[in-house]
């Protein structure tokens, strides 16, 4: 088991560049995530998805879209990229049943000039 | 105020002392607790879940106080490979559920 996946690692992009962020997880986990971590500042969660074609706003979505189609990929795009965006992005999985229990991805970290 | 609070630290301490950390929150909805611990430049990972009654894994012992609305790590006999920092998570339902993680406390245990 690979359990969760991002890529990719390490992206360096110019202000109003666009990207896609890819998670994909062999657990066959209900619920994902994307969050991003800022020093001081803990993770916070961007948007999530409780199941295949569902998707929901958490606490900072601005600015970003995601998309479940299919159950073990969940994408997290940025349309326009701004430096505040710069940041390292984590997604994580969980059953629906522990969603508590949350298993993270390595981490891609977006430099945004 | 934060709804979940942690001490950022660090929390220097040699080897084999025993260290305590809280979190504290501020939603008496909150229901569910984790804590999770992350090495320098790596992902968070599970670490043990707090119960009511207390939660006890080798050297660690998590416990939960909801009259004072905070949870606390308690490391034993720390070691050098504990050096991390750890991340309180708690669950509140609203309607639909919430988790926020606190931004971490941070310790060195040192030889």
């Known amino acids: 088991n690979a359990g969760v996946t991002q890529t990719p690692k390490f992206r360096v992009l110019k202000t109003g560049q666009s990207m896609t962020l890819l998670c994909a997880q062999d657990?066959?986990?209900?619920?994902m995530y994307w969050y991003r971590q800022d020093p001081g500042m803990g993770l916070r969660l961007i948007h999530y998805?409780?199941?295949?074609?569902?998707?929901a706003k958490g606490e900072v979505p601005d600015g970003y879209n995601v998309s479940r189609l299919k159950k073990q990929n969940f994408l997290l795009g940025l349309e326009s990229a701004a430096p505040s965006q710069t940041s390292v992005y984590f997604c994580?999985?969980?059953?629906?049943?522990?969603?508590?229990?949350?298993?993270f991805g390595p981490g891609t970290r977006l430099t945004v000039t | 105020r934060k709804e979940v609070e942690q001490d950022p630290g660090p929390f220097n301490v040699p080897e084999g002392a025993t260290v305590a950390f809280n979190c504290t929150y501020s939603?008496?909805?909150?229901?569910?607790f984790f804590w999770y611990r992350q090495d320098c430049r790596k992902e968070p990972k599970l670490l043990m879940s707090?119960?009511?009654s207390g939660n006890e894994d080798g050297r660690f012992t998590a416990q939960l106080n909801r009259a004072s609305q905070y949870i606390s790590l308690l490391i034993r006999d720390s070691k050098l490979s504990d050096s991390a920092t750890y991340l309180c998570?708690?669950?509140?339902?609203?309607?639909?559920?919430?988790?926020?993680f606190g931004a971490g406390t941070r310790l060195f245990v040192k030889a």
């Open positions: 994580a999985s969980s059953r629906r049943d522990y969603h508590l229990e949350q298993y």
């Open positions: 998570a708690v669950n509140m339902r609203t309607g639909g559920f919430k988790t926020i």
């Open positions: 707090v119960y009511s």
């Open positions: 657990m066959n986990h209900e619920y």
């Open positions: 998805s409780v199941g295949e074609g569902t998707t």
């Open positions: 939603n008496s909805a909150s229901q569910s």
